[in-house]
Nanobody, 116 residues
């Protein structure tokens, strides 16, 4: 069974850092693009960062220069290093395994709260 499990969320002060991890089990991994999304209360879920099977990365303008997505295929894990965190980064962060352009698997999410 395919499963994605996020970890590493928590409470941090503005300007601090967190490193999120997403461990994938089952199915394929190394051939899939992976992505991090986030959703704040009352807001649409938005794409934060993505990484292709070849290692190409893409970031939302709001996090460029602060967040870094990476992957370790041997560990079947994707990471999101978040630096210089701001209160507006507060959200539930979700990991996604892309199957097709519009389809994929989702993790359960991990809460990130940035205090001012």
């Amino acid at each position: 069974q395919v499963q994605l499990v996020e970890s590493g969320g928590g409470l941090v002060q503005a300007g601090g850092s967190l490193r999120l991890s997403c461990a994938a089990s089952g199915g394929t991994f190394s051939t899939n693009s992976m992505a991090w999304y986030r959703q704040a209360p009352g807001k649409q879920r938005e794409l934060v960062a993505s990484i292709s099977s070849g290692g190409s990365t893409s970031y939302a303008d709001s996090v460029k220069g602060r967040f870094t997505i990476s992957r370790d295929n041997a560990k079947r894990t994707v990471y999101l290093q978040m630096n210089s965190l701001k209160p507006e980064d507060t959200a539930v962060y979700y990991c996604k395994r892309v199957i097709l352009a519009s389809y994929g698997d989702w993790g359960q999410g991990t809460q990130v709260t940035v205090s001012s």
